[in-house]
C-alpha cells in the first residue's frame, strides 16, 4: 500500500537516500529541507509521477516557521527524522545558540512536528515513526556531548512514545548509524578516518544507503512486531 511519509532532513545523506528510496517504491514524500532546495528537486528523478514529491521548506531553529508549517501540513501515514548536524569541542565551549539549535534540529520541533500529526496516524493502516539517532546517543561521545545529549533524548522518545502509541498500531522505532560517509564526517583527515576504520570490526564507514536500508525496514510491514526498539546500524562497532 502506497503511504505518505514525511522526511525531515531530505536534503541530507541519509534523508536523501530515505526519500529515493521512497519514491522508487511509488510512496508520495513530503521532503522537508531548509536551505538545499537544489538537492530536494534533485530528487523528482526518482518519482514515477510529478505529484510524488512535496518539498516543504522549514526551518527548525524558527518556531514560527514550524507552526507555519503544522498548520498547512498534509496529514502523513508515517514521519521519519533524518534531519541533523553536529558540533565538536569541549562542552564547556559551546554557545548556548549551538546548544538551542541541536535541540531544536535534532529533538524540540520533530517532536512538536510529530504531536500534531499523530492524531491522524491513528486513523491510518501501517501508520509509523523512526528517527536516525547514532551511536554517541547510546554509548555518549566525548567533544560531541550535546550532540549525544539529543541523540539520547531521541532514543528515549522512541521507547517511551513506542508504548504509548502501540495500542494505536503506531509503531514508534529507530535506527542508530555509526559512522557514515557524508557531509558530516567529510571534515576527517585521512588519518582520523583511518583510526576510526581500524576500531570498527567491519573495517570501513557504513554507506548513506544502508543506513536507508534500515529506516525503510522499519517503516515497512515487514517489521509490524517492532516497536520501541533501537537498531544499530555501524558494523559492529560499539557492540
Not at 529541507?33 to 509521477?49: D, G, M, P, W
Not at 512535496?54 to 498534509?74: F, G, Q, T
Not at 560531541?144 to 514508534?172: C, D, H, T, W
Request: with cysteine; hydrophobic share 40%; proline share 4%.
Amino acid at each position: 500500500m502506497d503511504k505518505t511519509v514525511l522526511v525531515l532532513g531530505s536534503s541530507g545523506g541519509i534523508g536523501y537516500e530515505v526519500c529515493s528510496k521512497l519514491l522508487q517504491s511509488g510512496h508520495t514524500v513530503i521532503a522537508q529541507f531548509h536551505t538545499n532546495e537544489e538537492i530536494v528537486n534533485s530528487l523528482k528523478r526518482y518519482a514515477r509521477q510529478s505529484d510524488q514529491i512535496i518539498p516543504l521548506r522549514v526551518n527548525l531553529n524558527d518556531e514560527k516557521d514550524v507552526d507555519r508549517a503544522i498548520s498547512n501540513l498534509i496529514q502523513p501515514d508515517a514521519v521519519v527524522q533524518a534531519g541533523g548536524h553536529h558540533d565538536e569541542g569541549l562542552f564547556e565551549e559551546i554557545s548556548d545558540e549551538k546548544m538551542e539549535k541541536l535541540w531544536n534540529v535534532h529533538f524540540y520541533q520533530p517532536a512538536r512536528i510529530l504531536r500534531s500529526v499523530i492524531p491522524g496516524m491513528r486513523q491510518r493502516e501501517g501508520a509509523s515513526i523512526v528517527f536516525v539517532s547514532s551511536v554517541w546517543g547510546e554509548t555518549g561521545a566525548s567533544y560531541e556531548v550535546m550532540y549525544s545529549a539529543v541523540k539520547g533524548a531521541q532514543i528515549s522518545f522512541v521507547k517511551a512514545l513506542g508504548k504509548e502509541l502501540a495500542p494505536n498500531r503506531i509503531r514508534v522505532n529507530a535506527v542508530s548509524p555509526g559512522a557514515v560517509e557524508t557531509q558530516m564526517t567529510a571534515h576527517y583527515s585521512p588519518e582520523v578516518k583511518r583510526a576510526i576504520e581500524d576500531e570498527i570490526p567491519a573495517g570501513r564507514f557504513g554507506h548513506p544507503y544502508e543506513i536507508a536500508d534500515a529506516v525503510i525496514f522499519l517503516l515497512s510491514e515487514q517489521s509490524s512486531y517492532i516497536n520501541g526498539h533501537v537498531l544499530s546500524v555501524n558494523g559492529g562497532w560499539y557492540n
